[in-house]
């Protein structure tokens, strides 16, 4: 399995990252993608990443933080990215209204930025979209050679086919497995299976049965199943068909 957004730099793993790890890979998860959201987190994912194999680095500033970002942030990480080649993709990136209600302006500056050097670096995009969906879209169709994926989709099957229409991938995490999450599983339902990612999002967003703890990647069989399910396949098909999508899509070769 390949565990396509976990923020392992997270303060909750500090007093047991390497245990974690260990338990992914001990319960079947064969690569991750460990995500950054700060340019400090940036230079803590990409030393992680470096000790593990199979595991790959992105570089993004979360909207969560543009309210402590300046003018030179994106060209920090746009330095950033091309001193660290091994960065897999732009993020985590996007638009917040949810809690950002206060930073609309910032959030959209700085989103474009980091679209802007996705395109320009030819890197995915990994997108936060919380209650912005129409702003997310405005801005990602003037780039339109741009790629990425709609991590943690939590939306519905309108929105999920217009993301598609848009040649993206949509990633689901533990939430699709949450009994009022009915709406997020028939948005799941309309994903081609070369358009499908899993993730965990850990540490937050642990899968139903493990709701209340800290979420990690060796959880994410849960969430593998659970799509299992709603595709009406094989959970080796789901596993096989998005590893291969995460390798296409961060273009890892290895
Ligand atoms: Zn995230």
């Given at each position: 399995m390949f565990d396509s957004h976990a923020h392992l730099c997270d303060e909750k793993f500090n007093h047991d990252r390497d245990d974690v790890i260990q338990r992914a890979y001990d319960n079947g998860v064969t690569a991750m993608l460990v995500v950054a959201d700060s340019l400090n987190t940036c230079e803590q994912v990409c030393s992680l990443a470096a000790r593990y194999s199979n595991m790959y680095p992105t570089a993004g500033i979360h909207p969560h933080n543009a309210a402590f970002v300046s003018e030179d942030t994106v060209v920090d990480l746009e330095h950033f990215i091309k001193t660290h080649?091994?960065?897999?993709?732009?993020?985590?990136t996007g638009l917040d209204y949810y809690y950002g209600h206060d930073t609309v302006t910032v959030q959209k500056v700085l989103f474009e930025k980091q679209v802007c050097l996705a395109d320009s670096l030819k890197l995915p995009l990994v997108i936060h979209c919380r209650d912005s969906q129409s702003d997310i879209v405005n801005i990602l169709n003037k780039y339109s050679a741009v790629q990425g994926v709609f991590h943690c989709f939590s939306s519905d099957e309108t929105f999920c086919n217009e993301v598609l229409e848009m040649g993206f991938y949509v990633s689901f995490s533990g939430?699709?497995?949450?009994?009022?999450a009915q709406a997020i599983r028939d948005a799941a339902h309309c994903v081609p299976l070369d358009k499908l990612l899993v993730e965990t999002d850990c540490p937050y967003l642990a899968p139903q049965g493990y709701r209340g703890k800290r979420n990690?990647?060796?959880?994410?069989s849960a969430t593998v199943k659970c799509l299992a399910e709603i595709k009406q396949c094989h959970v080796d098909e789901i596993v096989k068909r998005t590893t291969e999508n995460a390798r296409t899509l961060f273009q890892i070769e290895d």
């Open positions: 080649r091994d960065v897999k993709a732009v993020g985590e939430i699709i497995t949450f009994k009022n990690e990647p060796a959880f994410i």
